[in-house]
């Protein structure tokens, strides 16, 4: 018999409904296995996150916005991916109200090394 391995089905509209309206970060963690940490983010208006100690891989859900990437800003909408090593600094902008990214941290503190 094959062991039994975890699975995730997560619907964007449950998701959103589990955050917390009052929250500043507007975020929350929905799946986790092994290093895999997956969580919704929706700020409001302004994104103060600082640089993260692992990788991350963001998927935009809905809205549109610009990613600032320590070096380039890009305009993001709905299906946009975007990596970001760990320790990079990074922050989305000029936000519509209705903005939301999966995000999807992995590997060790420090990032993978290639």
Do not use: C, N
């Not at 094959?2 to 929250?23: F, I, K, M, N």
Request: net charge negative; aromatic share 10%; hydrophobic share 40%.
């Amino acid at each position: 018999m094959a062991p039994s391995h975890p699975t995730a089905h997560v619907d964007l509209a449950e998701a959103l409904a589990r955050l917390p309206d009052d929250a500043p970060e507007r975020s929350i963690e929905l799946f986790r296995h092994g290093t895999l940490q997956v969580k919704l983010y929706a700020p409001r208006g302004h994104d103060p996150q600082q640089p993260h100690a692992r990788d991350e891989v963001y998927v935009v859900a809905r809205g549109r916005g610009v990613f600032w990437d320590g070096d380039h800003r890009r305009s993001v909408t709905p299906g946009t991916l975007l990596f970001v090593a760990a320790g990079r600094p990074h922050r989305f902008e000029e936000l519509s109200a209705d903005f939301a990214v999966w995000v999807l941290f992995y590997g060790p503190d420090g990032g993978e090394d290639s």
